[in-house]
């Protein structure tokens, strides 16, 4: 990616001088923090020179990058085009200290901050949308915030704070907070329309247009459709929808008015382990399946009648249909006196189907007797559509139909004072959250399917004449979830900031939260056979919602905690800078883990000490941070059923981000992060203490070099990005090895007369075979049963600008 130091604008964001990273590459450089959003026009806060990051609007009333004291980083329209991320989670792959497993699709992502233990989705990683949180909860059971938004073009920037005061603003975040900036109207009337293609069949229109309202009002709309099969093709279209942003800005001449809306309407297939052969650290096709391209998923898996009779598409796949709107004020009520409001409402629906493998796959014969025992046989093995007998040497494999559907709300206001005299600035705030999910889930409902690409459904006779399965199916559902949540967050926060000389800063601050949650739960009834007929197998040991309910197992949760931060920064030179921090950060049981009866709440205490160095030749920052992690809760679904494991964590890590330009029109970027992060007094079926906190590398790195040459009437930039992710493991037990793996990405760009741009990106060019899950719904080694990431696939696009 091309370097370039922007000079960004960001007014009225929180209101606490926040350290911006230096010498980040273009795609990953420092901006203001993402715990507000930027009122001033976005799409014109992008100045291409070579001066260092302004910060306007922190409590300090801004600071250069020298000056601040914590990292974060900044993405903007440009190197997010060039990026061409498959997903949103996939984006944040250029943020440090960050594991992000996009292979899952568009949705249903892994992200893990900084050896944060976690057993999946995105549990320390809040997504905000103009500074206010689309949905304070970061992460419910098949549902993580990135399912929530879409990347496109109407994002100007997006920012992604790491720890620091993270913990202190907003909802309160201790992990990783990533704000998208959407563009804004400007006096002077611009858009951009763009198609783009793909080699496996997408098709996408991004578009959007902006200008003037009067004399001191803009406004913007845009936002894109697309639709395609997806690199895994289940023979059906998996991909479809779109989103449509809108907003209107009025400026008063002390303060200023942001109005918003999205809409989103957006699935696409869940994907998840797929069979293939491992041997030690190498990994290669398990026979008859493409790990890169192939899917169980197939035409006629498609329509499912599971045991209850109802019909479940995997068309529906896993996706969105929510609005969210809200409003930034600012306002300047008198001199050293300035208010900041920030409100958000969301409502719609977050669904999850899948066919979800249980296990590796196996003959017929052994999978016979892995299920019903020892002494069992097949009796008679065919295909449920066609007929025909399928040897008992066949390879066959478990997957079940899950359907989960949520109904999801809630509205976040976050209302501060602004008080500034002399060289000190001092903000106070309030932060009021309230959101529900209405949840329905039906899980199990196994399938024996033939274990290869678009598996084909199996009927099973056992050799005693028991019936095993109908139309494929070998059991029923397994779990149910019929339940009502709501939840309440109340907070206060207080931040100081005081400039003692030019070179040195302290700041610190506290914040005190409330956290209440409240749920109404259907009970289940296990072990039901449903016909009565032990003779018919398939739908024996079905659970059954049974009519009564009760509340959360251990009562409505009320609790309160209180975090803190201090930070020190000094200023050797204008080059060279140093700061040191700490902070005390806490997160909150949310609904799924208070209805497995968890009610534990995670502390962390994290220590930060960076050093930052910004010449005209190279730009570098370091971080060195320490993490203790304690009352963790974690539920995994194992063998279809929630199971709870619970302990702490210690981290010490360093994050690097860096960029070198030799000569005009080269530049290299540099980025890696190491992580010894370990369990400590974490136990799930054993005492999993001293191991490798799952699913993040010890070494992670990017190496991005670029080139860009003006030809006078048009101008062309070759990049390419080589990236490694070391060994990791997938589980806890540190039973299931995930091999490291590297991955090579490239592209070229032609921008001819400062309008039309030509674009061509290619993604995994040498189509590597890198694993990023397991089988998580098993304890042990995941056998023949892994997620890879995406194979080798290019993107064309044209686009026109005015």
């Known amino acids: 990616m091309a370097f370039q130091i922007n000079r960004t604008l960001l007014l009225g964001t929180a209101p606490l001088a926040l350290a911006i990273a230096c010498a980040a590459p273009a795609y990953a450089q420092d901006a203001a923090p993402a715990t507000a959003a930027a009122p001033e026009q976005a799409d014109e806060q992008i100045d291409n020179s070579?001066?260092?990051?302004?910060?306007?609007?922190?409590?300090?009333?801004?600071?250069?990058?020298?000056?601040?004291?914590?990292?974060?980083?900044?993405?903007?329209?440009?190197?997010?085009?060039?990026?061409?991320?498959?997903?949103?989670?996939?984006?944040?792959?250029?943020?440090?200290?960050?594991?992000?497993?996009?292979?899952?699709?568009?949705?249903?992502?892994?992200?893990?901050?900084?050896?944060?233990?976690?057993?999946?989705?995105a549990e320390f990683v809040t997504l905000q949308s103009s500074g206010v949180p689309i949905f304070p909860p970061p992460t419910l059971s098949f549902l993580e915030n990135t399912q929530l938004f879409r990347i496109d073009d109407t994002i100007a920037r997006v920012e992604a704070v790491r720890g620091g005061t993270g913990a202190l603003f907003s909802s309160g975040q201790p992990g990783l907070t990533v704000n998208f900036v959407q563009r804004e109207g400007s006096q002077t009337p611009k858009g951009s329309v763009r198609i783009s293609a793909t080699d496996f069949g997408e098709v996408r229109g991004d578009a959007w247009v902006s200008g003037p309202l009067g004399a001191n009002t803009t406004a913007m709309i845009g936002g894109y459709y697309a639709q395609s099969n997806g690199i895994r093709d289940p023979q059906f279209r998996a991909e479809k929808g779109g989103q449509i942003t809108a907003n209107i800005r009025h400026d008063f001449g002390k303060g200023s008015l942001l109005v918003y809306g999205r809409y989103l309407n957006d699935h696409?297939?869940?994907?998840?382990?797929?069979?293939?052969?491992?041997?030690?650290?190498?990994?290669?096709?398990?026979?008859?399946?493409?790990?890169?391209?192939?899917?169980?998923?197939?035409?006629?898996?498609?329509?499912?009648?599971?045991?209850?009779?109802?019909?479940?598409?995997?068309?529906?796949?896993?996706?969105?249909?929510?609005?969210?709107?809200?409003v930034n004020f600012d306002y300047e009520l008198s001199d050293g006196l300035k208010i900041r409001e920030r409100a958000s409402y969301m409502k719609g629906s977050a669904d999850t189907v899948g066919l979800v493998p249980d296990a590796a796959p196996m003959t017929a014969a052994d999978y016979v007797v892995a299920k019903y025992g020892a002494g069992n046989t097949v009796g008679a093995l065919?295909?449920?559509?066609?007929?025909?007998?399928?040897?008992?040497?066949?390879?066959?494999?478990?997957?079940?139909?899950?359907?989960?559907?949520?109904?999801?709300?809630?509205?976040?206001?976050?209302?501060s004072l602004e008080f500034k005299r002399g060289d000190n600035t001092l903000t106070v705030g309030g932060y009021f959250a309230t959101y529900s999910s209405d949840d329905r889930w039906n899980l199990g409902n196994g399938q024996l399917l033939t274990a290869e690409e678009h598996g084909r459904r199996?009927?099973?006779?056992?050799?005693?004449?028991?019936?095993?399965?109908?139309?494929?199916?070998?059991?029923?559902?397994?779990?149910?979830?019929?339940?009502?949540?709501?939840?309440?967050?109340?907070?206060?926060?207080?931040?100081?900031?005081?400039?003692?000389?030019?070179?040195?800063?302290?700041?610190?601050?506290?914040?005190?939260?409330?956290?209440?949650?409240?749920?109404?739960?259907?009970?289940?009834?296990?072990?039901?056979?449903?016909?009565?007929?032990?003779?018919?197998?398939?739908?024996?040991?079905?659970?059954?919602?049974?009519?009564?309910?009760?509340?959360?197992?251990?009562?409505d949760y009320s609790g309160s905690k209180v975090s803190w931060t201090a930070g020190i920064n000094y200023d050797f030179s204008n080059q060279i800078g140093a700061f040191a921090r700490y902070s005390r950060g806490n997160s909150f049981p949310f609904f799924d883990a208070l209805r497995d009866g968890v009610t534990i709440a995670p502390k962390v205490d994290s220590y930060e000490l960076g050093l930052k160095v910004s010449t005209p030749m190279v730009s570098a920052y370091a971080t060195f941070f320490h993490n203790d992690f304690t009352g963790l809760g974690?539920?995994?679904?194992?063998?279809?059923?929630?199971?709870?494991?619970i302990g702490g964590a210690r981290t010490n890590g360093i994050e690097f981000e860096g960029t070198i330009r030799p000569v005009h029109g080269l530049s290299i970027d540099l980025g890696a992060?190491?992580?010894?992060?370990?369990?400590?007094?974490?136990?799930?079926?054993?005492?999993?203490?001293?191991?490798?906190?799952?699913?993040?590398?010890?070494?992670?790195?990017?190496v991005s070099p670029s080139y860009e040459h003006d030809f006078g009437g048009a101008k062309a930039a070759v990049f390419?990005?080589?990236?490694?992710?070391?060994?990791?493991?997938?589980?806890?037990?540190?039973?299931q090895v995930l091999p490291k793996f590297y991955k090579l990405d490239a592209g070229v760009a032609v921008t001819v007369a400062e309008k039309i741009k030509l674009?061509?990106?290619?993604?995994?060019?040498?189509?590597?075979?890198?694993?990023?899950?397991?089988?998580?719904?098993?304890?042990?080694?995941?056998?023949?049963?892994?997620?890879?990431?995406?194979g080798r696939s290019f993107r064309f696009s044209v686009g026109y600008s005015f």
């Open 458 to 555: 199996l009927n099973l006779t056992l050799g005693d004449g028991r019936q095993a399965t109908r139309s494929g199916f070998v059991q029923g559902a397994t779990f149910n979830v019929n339940a009502q949540y709501d939840g309440k967050d109340y907070a206060a926060y207080a931040v100081d900031e005081y400039q003692i000389t030019p070179e040195l800063r302290i700041d610190g601050g506290i914040r005190w939260q409330r956290h209440t949650v409240s749920g109404r739960l259907e009970n289940n009834t296990f072990g039901v056979d449903t016909d009565n007929n032990p003779n018919t197998l398939y739908n024996n040991g079905t659970a059954v919602l049974n009519g009564t309910f009760s509340g959360l197992p251990k009562g």
């Open 382 to 415: 065919t295909y449920v559509n066609g007929g025909g007998v399928v040897p008992g040497s066949t390879p066959v494999i478990q997957a079940g139909i899950w359907e989960v559907r949520k109904q999801i709300e809630s509205f976040v206001n976050d209302l």
């Open 759 to 790: 674009q061509v990106t290619g993604d995994n060019l040498t189509n590597r075979i890198g694993l990023t899950e397991g089988n998580p719904r098993v304890i042990g080694s995941q056998g023949g049963l892994a997620r890879p990431i995406l």
């Open 50 to 121: 070579t001066d260092d990051i302004i910060v306007v609007g922190t409590a300090g009333g801004g600071t250069r990058r020298q000056d601040a004291a914590f990292a974060v980083t900044s993405i903007n329209a440009e190197d997010i085009s060039r990026l061409a991320p498959s997903s949103t989670a996939d984006l944040l792959h250029s943020v440090p200290g960050v594991s992000a497993e996009s292979s899952g699709g568009q949705n249903g992502a892994n992200i893990f901050v900084r050896g944060f233990p976690s057993g999946g989705d």
């Open 268 to 326: 696409g297939q869940w994907l998840l382990p797929v069979p293939v052969s491992v041997n030690g650290s190498k990994v290669s096709d398990f026979p008859g399946f493409d790990a890169q391209t192939g899917t169980l998923a197939g035409r006629e898996t498609r329509f499912s009648t599971i045991n209850t009779g109802r019909v479940v598409d995997l068309a529906d796949g896993r996706g969105a249909k929510i609005f969210n709107g809200g």
């Open 673 to 702: 992060t190491y992580l010894d992060a370990k369990y400590r007094n974490f136990f799930t079926s054993v005492d999993v203490s001293g191991l490798q906190v799952q699913r993040q590398p010890k070494w992670q790195w990017r």
């Open 634 to 645: 974690v539920s995994r679904i194992i063998n279809n059923v929630p199971q709870i494991s």
């Open 720 to 735: 390419t990005t080589l990236s490694y992710i070391g060994d990791r493991f997938s589980d806890p037990e540190n039973k």
